[in-house]
């Protein structure tokens, strides 16, 4: 059975952020060569940090203070905005949780179309989730 994104939905606390149609999160991890004379011509390498990236895009909804105002409020302050990822909004807990700096918001108008947002965010400590 495949999955489809059409239940997902990104929340802080207990507001859901209104209008959004996609999320992406990137999560990587950072590793450091380890390689000796002891590997016999083969790499080999050990994980040091972990870090994250979130992307979401939707249509502008000015209405929403809870939610797109309160990403812009934390973009200009520069302070956490906690993250919730569901990839099934009716879940009892976010697949994916976190806190993030808001690094981009951008807004894109058009006259045949609708005002799009499109955010990027870099997480600010540990993912929830990966258990």
């Known amino acids: 059975m495949a999955?489809?994104?059409?239940?997902?939905?990104i929340k802080t606390g207990e507001n859901t952020?209104?209008?959004?149609?996609?999320?992406?999160l990137n999560i990587k991890a950072n590793e450091t060569d380890t390689t000796?004379?002891?590997?016999?011509?083969w790499e080999s390498c050990e994980i040091t940090t972990?870090?994250?990236?979130?992307?979401?895009?939707?249509?502008?909804n000015k209405a929403d203070t809870n939610?797109?105002?309160a990403?812009?409020?934390a973009l200009a302050s520069g302070d956490n905005f906690q993250i919730q990822l569901y990839i099934d909004k009716s879940s009892e807990r976010a697949d994916f949780s976190g806190n993030v700096k808001i690094?981009?918001?951008?807004v894109e108008t058009a006259v045949k179309d609708?005002?799009?947002?499109?955010?990027?965010?870099?997480?600010?400590g540990k993912l929830e989730g990966l258990e």
């Open 36 to 41: 000796s004379f002891d590997d016999e011509g």
């Open 3 to 9: 999955f489809t994104g059409e239940k997902g939905a």
């Open 103 to 106: 690094t981009g918001f951008d």
């Open 50 to 60: 972990k870090g994250y990236e979130v992307s979401m895009e939707g249509t502008f």
């Open 71 to 73: 990403i812009m409020a």
């Open 17 to 24: 952020v209104t209008k959004m149609e996609n999320w992406k």
């Open 67 to 69: 939610g797109q105002k």
């Open 114 to 124: 609708k005002i799009k947002i499109s955010v990027k965010c870099k997480g600010n």
